[in-house]
């Protein structure tokens, strides 16, 4: 029902800031939950951000909140990741999810996810 593709991910020095898009397929972006996730290399993936199907609401993991902005342009079917004071600590690959619902921080809640895209922040 959607398919999610990441971009914006590279190397950044720490303090730096990234911004990541997942862009969406289909007619109907505006009816799914967004969820941005990570997974750093030999660690599970943990949540990061996510939003409303209206962008009215949002919630942040306590490792990212103050530093990172999730929103999303529905009519670019689009959710972004805005990225500031970059951390070491923040190196992972960063994941896109969608569902159908509210929205959630949870990993097994999400139906749809994107392939993901790396994020590196060099000491």
């Known amino acids: 029902q959607v398919q999610l593709l990441e971009s914006g991910g590279g190397l950044v020095q720490a303090g730096g800031a990234l911004r990541l898009s997942c862009a969406a397929s289909?007619?109907?972006?505006?009816?799914?939950?967004m969820g941005w996730f990570r997974q750093g290399p030999g660690k599970e993936r943990e949540f990061v951000a996510t939003?409303?199907?209206?962008?009215?609401?949002?919630d942040y993991a306590d490792s990212v909140k103050g530093r990172f902005t999730i929103s999303r342009d529905n009519t670019k079917k689009t959710v972004y990741l805005q990225m500031n004071s970059l951390k070491p600590e923040d190196t992972a690959v960063y994941y896109c999810?969608?569902?159908?619902?509210?929205?959630?921080?949870?990993?097994?809640?999400?139906?749809?996810w994107g392939q993901g895209t790396q994020v590196t922040v060099s000491s």
């Open positions: 999810a969608a569902r159908i619902g509210r929205y959630s921080g949870y990993v097994s809640e999400y139906t749809y």
């Open positions: 939003i409303d199907w209206s962008g009215s609401s949002t």
């Open positions: 289909g007619r109907t972006f505006s009816s799914y939950a």
